[in-house]
């Protein structure tokens, strides 16, 4: 590169010294370096170093294709679409609650049992296309269903595809965090995953706004039809970019020793750090769990379809603010990012419900969709923090193992959260509130306590 003179994002050379990039003038390596700011620091193992002119285009094909599946998650979510199409279906009442433990849980408890299946594989970037296209299929599914069918059979009918599209989902969440630590450095993931949730908030925006403008009542069974076809091409998109990442092979676990259920129960029993995380990450279900009582509050108070439109413009606006801003946070200290967004969620609880004590502020719309722009952000915040710190802290042969682990005892966990917090919940959602408050404040102090695993913490 002797009288080259590099520009100021020239962010790939600084990634590996000892790397000299082939030619950094590319599109990829260009735009890596206006989205990714780096310091030098090296990968964990000989193998990914020799992948390592490969970063700026596996990088930029990485938050491509995450930021298609985010997008087609705006639309196939359990929390504002799908409860308002199956209402537009007739669907009873009780169906719309099973949606959440569904998705949720649904895409977490099968992926220990998953993770063996992905460590046979040498190249695992096919699992991810794999997780890609059955979350595709299942949100054409659903839009099939939309268009043809109405009643009970209809919202069964979205259930079990919603059931299919969560193991999609899980597919792709254990894949993504092995394939990510062995392409992408240390004191750069987070900054992906922040890109791709900013992107996220866009596609979040823009349907809000759709919804809103469309107003009471006017949304059709057809139109949310329309809104899941074009996630499953999302979803479409996103598996074509993530073929083209050029991956380092991966050594294959032997067969005797895939033990799933076996190994699950020694990893969490022999290892304290990993243990405490999941620990740690039950109790900060407070910014992922509060969310929904605020939505409940505010439909009692009168907010209609247009009002729904508020709330998921608010979700999009928190995700573009704090995406890439948090996915610099996580770099720096995802420990931090994550003891801090349990602090202020539980505080932020607190003051919400002391507001509404106000008279005229309970049920405002504006309140709520206040406070839940704020849970939003803090949760965006806290779900960077906590992907970045599970990759940190884990060897590039553990990542799949502990993501896996770690989600199977959380789709456990969030099962046993969630039934008490639906139980304080007959008493108001008030209760389930400070109840949930109490918990991220406890969260607070175990995340505090949590090792140091960012490569450039303190700086």
Known sequence: MAGWNPPRTELPSAVLPSITYPDLSTFSARLYGALVTSKPVDFEDEQADAFAEDVPGNGVKIIGASALQNAGDQVVSAGTVLPWLLTALGAPVGLVGLLVPIRESGSMLPQAALAPLIQRRTIRKWVWVTGAAVQGASAAAMALVAATTTGAAAGILILIALTVFATGRSLCSISSKDVMARTIPKGQRGQINGIATLASGVVAVTIGLGIRLLGEGAVSNIVLAWLLIGAAFAWIGGLVVYSQIREPAAEPVEEDALNWLGDSWRLLRTDAPFRRFVMMRTLLLVSALSPPFLVALAAAGGAGFGGLGIFVMAQGIARMIGGRYFGRLADRSSRRLMANGALFASLLIIALLLVAQIPGMKGSVWLYSGGFFMLALIHTGVRVGRKTYIIDMAEP???????????????????????????????????????????????????????????????
């Open 397 to 459: 042969d553990q990542v799949a193992e502990y993501v896996a682990v770690s989600n199977t005892a959380m789709g456990i966990l969030l099962f046993v959260t969630g039934a008490v917090n639906a139980a304080l919940a007959l008493l108001g959602a008030e209760v389930a509130l400070t109840f949930l408050a109490l918990l991220g404040l406890v969260g607070f102090a175990v995340a505090r306590s949590m090792p140091e695993v960012s490569a450039r913490a303190g700086n």
